[in-house]
């Protein structure tokens, strides 16, 4: 019997060194754990949609999405994710806590203090490689490689080296376009 996999996209979004998080709301699967913000891709929905759709649903707020930073896959009892973080940018500024409990801008080295799902805390060491020293954004690409061949030993069943654009010189095969859209139900 096969499990059921379920896709996640996140938004990494850095503002005046911190990082957005929100709060899942008290009725939701894993109440009040924190998390980049996101959710669930639909059947035929590329990532990037997915992204724009939930941070309009969750915090009527518009994002412009980037590149991938981080994936895992992570199985819970009964079902797994794949979770990709994205590189974004905030369009609006307002941001209102519709679908979300709270909202809060957190340093990345305040990560510790917030409960965050397993799927989430298992990439916070990609997610660490990525920002580097003093939780900004490596303008240098440097971290880049390392966190790819970190990435390739760990999980090479999801790793494709197309030399296309993303992660280094290759993409992961789970880190797909964002503007791809994704499959039906599998």
């Not at 990494?12 to 899942?24: A, S």
């Amino acid at each position: 019997m096969s499990q059921t996999t379920i896709r996640v996209v996140a938004a990494v979004i850095q503002q005046d060194g911190k990082y957005l998080i929100t709060q899942r709301r008290e009725n939701a699967s894993l109440p009040l754990l924190w998390e980049f913000p996101g959710g669930r891709v639909e059947p035929g929905e590329t990532d990037a949609a997915a992204l724009q759709r939930e941070f309009g649903e969750r915090l009527g707020a518009q994002v412009e999405v980037g590149k991938p930073v981080a994936f895992r896959r992570h199985d819970y009892e009964g079902y797994s994710v794949e979770l990709v973080l994205y590189e974004a940018r905030l369009v609006t500024r307002e941001l209102e806590p519709k679908r979300v409990k709270e909202f809060r801008w957190v340093a990345a080295d305040e990560f510790g203090q917030y409960p965050f799902p397993p799927a989430d805390r298992s990439t916070m060491d990609d997610f660490q490689l990525f920002v580097g020293a003093g939780g900004k954004p490596r303008k240098d690409g440097r971290g880049y490689g390392r966190r790819r061949n970190l990435l390739e030993a760990r999980d090479s069943r999801f790793f494709e080296h197309s030399g296309s654009r993303g992660l280094g010189p290759g993409r992961p095969h789970g880190i797909r376009d964002p503007a791809a859209p994704l499959r039906g139900a599998e």
